[in-house]
């Protein structure tokens, strides 16, 4: 009784029988995906597919996860995007009809794919779903795991009325097994595979492979069934050495020979140092044959290639092969990710020897104080001993402690400054330098690959800038790498310092002011040379001036102290009449001052006229203008001699604009900020006043700022109609920056005005600024110009080879490039991309080089151009698979098939022939009769890859059943044997 009274005696397990398992609930989740992805039903009516519309035509996928239990799938649906007929095809369409997978099984209009996925290939599917398992699940190799998924499928296709086949993946996933299902009204196809390392001997044939055929189908009651056969062999070339590659690598060696100019170091290399193509497959099809028109069994085959009525080509390229272009641009982008600093590149030695030269130089200074009979005094002499002083350096530097050779160091910098080349005096080299500027400014500014520097910003293709960045990646590549590098800009700087301490123009930049659409390393070089030239006018005007004072002084007698006389106020004048611009009249001596003190000028002119003159007191003069006058007398409004504004760079634009946002919105900010601004304008109010005594700010204006003036036509106390003027309204607000400039002025002519442009300040600025550049920082400036090449160098070799593709690849990667390259932060992994797109271009155009070469593209014996040669060879770049017209009679055929006898041939000189035809395994013996030769070596090799496709209609599985599609797909390798099978039953009675 204790026992029935307890209460967990009581509780009974029940276990409900209607719980989904994890298996249904596969199931059911197989059938929301094929609902959601619309699969059910009969299958929609489409087009047949077109010949070749496998391989042209757009493949579509959907793909999403399934899970069994704990165990991870993907489901993905595979299928051509074709149009279809219409909602009429639909209505036509029969309840019994075959599922459009099974009317695929029997399309021979695109056998043999060369692209698509290998289950389109073995069933010539254009629509069907496969399960595999997930990214780190185990494979299914479990018999009985592969049946009850198998199961499932079949389950979820009955139950959705899915007619599209699905797949499941079993074995390892490098074996490519599937097995599959495909269900329609009364119908079912069986997808069914097998796959062996090796041929077994009875089926290393045809007829072996039909013997298999028909016993699986079961027509042994139908020994005269006709059997549709479609076959395809692959024969595959490697050894090209009968061809010599065209492109040689360059020995650059030679570049050291007597002839080491602008050709060799103005031109970036390019093509292939190896064969790009490694591979030339040729697959040879038959069709369409019966079983009684070809024999092929192990005694006897009529499968000759060159008798095959299709021949179709493909090419291997080589994995990465190594080209020149690409190597110098990888090893350029390389040097721009560098850190190191110059003194840490050349080491203590060259640190110590600079040191050296600094001691040098202080021993050349010193020297100035030594007697004038010891030291002539002449106005270079600084700058003559400093650079005889740096030359005895280089000259006592070690060979082995020399980064660059001295040869080559040479050589580069004759190149960058080939007006070094004839020894001049310096009064010719000033004067043929600023020619040697001005090339290349007509008839390539019109050309658009000239004018490429303005979308990249780097600088044109004949200036200094360029030239050093193809010097600077020759260097780097083959010279010495970062240490060369370093030398030669080290180098490169001293040369610039030497020219400007010489007044000698910088070779191969134009003239004029920064050109901001440059990069901003030959914006610098402008600027130098911008100074160098103020510096060579004042220098220039200097000795004019003192020629001037001293005829003065021999025709006036001179003084007993051989001073020369002052300069008169009229002589000021006519000289000022001449038009020479202001740094022209600077009378400064000592170019580290920037201006002359005023002390000690006489603006009061000697001669007649004194104080009362307004003529002579006029300094600065160009010339009258538009007949004004002035307004508070009847003397001409004279254009002023002004000083040009200063030139800039981009970096100093910027730091200006910085420095000008950070005075803020304030009145206070805003009025100075106002006043650094009118520097420029309060030297035009000085000259303006000097060159028109009595002036008043409304003269000014009406030079300066004409719509500022406005004049009305009033009439005056006597009735007569009068011209009058006034400022305009802005010109009257009160604190007007203009009224406050106007009454600060003095009266003072552009030559004794502070300069606006300090040309020395400037020019040793553009030199630190050089001498501080890492070699790193100078790879980055010289980037843009590198890619400027490149991209210039591979159209001129697309020019060549005329690829329309690579030319289209050139047009994007141009535009890449100019947003590339245009911010002043570049990103560096997009730029190793875009540098990785070049060198594919390099690559295509290098395989379009070898495939010419191999092809004998140009002119036949007869003479006859050979443009099919030459759309078949371009087709192999761009196309999977390629048609020879003509099979092996055609002139593509031809060359292919002497291109396999030369191989077979030189085969045979280095190999014994028994050997060579002797096969890895007994039971892949070719017994064959020789093919399109009577010699004992064959024309073609054993064929890598034979692909044997069976098809024909059958009733199973009884005789009476409806006649189904079957379809056996063979693949024979040297270590592959795999038989896809799809063979269909008729359900209805089964």
Not at 7 to 25: G, H, N
Not at 525 to 551: H, W
Not at 758 to 770: F, G, P, S, W
Request: aromatic letters at 8%; hydrophobic letters at 35%.
């Amino acid at each position: 009784m204790a026992a029935d009274n307890d209460p967990e005696s009581e509780v009974f397990e029940i276990t409900d029988f209607t719980t989904a398992s994890e298996w249904e609930r596969f199931v059911s989740r197989v059938e929301e995906v094929l609902n959601d992805w619309k699969l059910t039903g009969n299958s929609a009516v489409k087009l047949s597919p077109e010949k070749g519309e496998y391989t042209s035509g757009t493949w579509g996928e959907h793909s999403q996860d399934i899970h069994f239990a704990d165990f991870k799938f993907f489901i993905t649906h595979y299928f051509l995007k074709q149009d279809c007929e219409g909602d009429d095809g639909k209505d036509k369409l029969e309840e019994d009809a075959l599922p459009m997978a099974m009317q695929d099984l029997l399309c021979m209009n695109n056998d043999f794919p060369p692209r698509a996925h290998c289950l389109v290939r073995w069933y010539g599917l254009r629509e069907f779903v496969v399960i595999s398992p997930g990214a780190n699940c185990e494979a299914i190799i479990s018999e009985s795991k592969c049946n009850l998924l198998l199961s499932s499928i079949s389950i979820s296709l009955a139950n959705s009325g899915c007619q599209v086949p699905i797949f499941v993946q079993i074995q390892q996933k490098w074996r490519r097994m599937y097995s599959g299902e495909c269900q329609g009204p009364g119908v079912r196809t069986d997808f069914e595979m097998v796959q062996l390392r090796k041929v077994p001997s009875q089926y290393n044939h045809l007829s072996g492979l039909l013997d298999i055929f028909k016993s699986k189908i079961g027509c042994t009651m139908f020994p005269s069934l006709p059997v549709n056969i479609a076959i395809r062999f692959t024969y595959i070339l490697q050894d090209w050495q009968q061809h010599s590659w065209p492109q040689q690598p360059p020995d650059f060696d030679t570049l050291l020979g007597g002839e080491v100019g602008g050709v060799e170091f103005g031109k970036l290399p390019f093509g292939a140092c190896e064969e790009p193509i490694s591979e030339l497959h040729l697959a040879t099809t038959w069709p369409h044959l019966t079983e009684g028109i070809v024999v092929d069994n192990d005694v006897y085959s009529d499968l000759d290639p060159l008798q095959a009525p299709h021949w179709s080509v493909r090419v291997r390229a080589a994995e990465n092969p190594q080209c020149l272009l690409g190597d110098f641009l990888t090893e350029f982008f390389k040097l721009c990710c560098r850190k190191e600093s110059t003194e840490e590149v050349l080491g203590r030695g060259l640190t110590e020897e600079e040191g050296k030269e600094n001691n040098d130089i202080s021993s050349a200074l010193s020297k100035l104080t030594e007697p004038a009979a010891a030291v002539p005094i002449t106005k270079l002499s600084v700058s003559n001993m400093v650079h005889t002083a740096r030359k005895h350096i280089r000259r006592h530097r070690r060979i082995d402690e020399s980064p660059l050779n001295t040869d080559v160091l040479n050589s580069v910098l004759l190149y960058l400054f080939p007006d070094a080349a004839v020894e001049k005096s310096p009064d010719n080299i000033k004067n043929k330098t600023p020619q040697s500027n001005s090339f290349g400014t007509t008839k390539q500014d019109k050309n658009s690959d000239y004018n490429l520097f303005l979308q990249l910003k780097s600088a044109p293709s004949d200036s200094l800038t360029y030239r050093l960045a193809l010097c600077v990646c020759l260097v780097n590549y083959n010279y010495g790498g970062l240490r060369a590098v370093a030398h030669l800009w080290q180098e490169f700087v001293l040369e610039l310092r030497f020219r400007w301490e010489n007044n000698h123009l910088i070779y191969g930049l134009t003239e004029g002011p920064p050109d901001l659409r440059c990069c901003l390393l030959h914006q610098k070089l402008q600027m130098l040379n911008c100074c160098i030239e103020r510096k060579r006018a004042r220098d220039e005007a200097r000795k004019a001036s003192d020629g001037n004072k001293e005829r003065e002084r021999r025709v006036s007698g001179g003084t007993h102290n051989n001073r020369p006389a002052p300069e008169s106020a009229s002589a000021a004048s006519a000289s000022a009449s001449q038009g020479k611009s202001w740094d022209s009249w600077s009378d400064s001596e000592d170019e580290f001052f920037e201006c002359l003190s005023d002390q000690g000028e006489i603006e009061a002119p000697h001669g007649e006229g004194g104080k009362d003159s307004s003529k002579n007191k006029a300094e600065g003069r160009l010339h009258p203008y538009n007949n004004m006058t002035l307004l508070n007398s009847t003397e001409p409004l004279y254009v002023p001699v002004t000083q040009e504004p200063a030139p800039m760079t981009e970096d100093l634009l910027e730091e200006q604009s910085e420095v000008l946002a950070k005075l803020g919105t304030s009145a206070e900010g805003t009025h100075l900020r106002a006043r650094m601004q009118s520097a420029c304008l309060l030297s035009d109010m000085e000259s303006f006043k000097a060159a028109n005594p009595g002036c008043v700010l409304e003269d000014f204006v009406r030079w300066y700022s004409p719509r500022d003036y406005v004049e009305e036509e009033v009439v005056d106390e006597k009735g007569n109609t009068v011209v009058r003027g006034e400022l305009s309204a802005r010109m009257k607000i009160p604190g007007n920056m203009w009224v406050e400039a106007w009454e600060t002025a003095r009266i003072t002519p552009a030559r004794r005005q502070k300069r606006l442009f300090d040309d020395t300040k400037e020019a040793e600025k553009v030199l630190h600024y050089l001498a501080m550049q890492k070699p790193a920082e100078l790879a980055r400036h010289l980037l843009p110009c590198i890619i400027h090449a490149a991209i210039l160098k591979l159209k001129e070799e697309e020019l060549v080879e005329d690829i329309p593709s690579v030319k289209k690849n050139i047009q994007q990667a141009t535009s890449q490039a100019s947003k590339l390259l245009h911010p002043p932060n570049h990103d560096y992994k997009k730029l190793e991309d875009f540098i990785n797109q070049l060198m594919t271009t390099e690559t295509v155009i290098t395989q379009a080089r070898s495939l010419k070469a191999k092809f004998a593209i140009g002119e036949d014996e007869k003479g006859e151009s050979t443009d099919e040669l030459e759309k078949f060879v371009s087709s192999l770049l761009e196309e999977p698979e390629v048609v020879v017209m003509g099979a092996g009679q055609g002139p593509a055929g031809s060359i292919i098939h002497k291109l396999f006898i030369n191989a077979q041939r030189l085969a045979d000189f280095t190999t014994d022939e028994a050997a060579l035809l002797a096969p890895v395994d007994d039971e892949l013996v070719f017994d064959r009769k020789p093919t399109g030769s009577s010699s004992k070596v064959p024309d073609f090799p054993p064929p890598a890859g034979r692909e044997i496709l069976l098809r024909t209609c059958v009733p199973r599985p009884a005789p009476y059943s409806k006649a189904l599609p079957q379809r056996l797909f063979c693949v024979l390798m040297r270590d592959e044997f795999r038989l896809a099978g799809a063979f269909s039953s008729d359900t209805s009675f089964f």
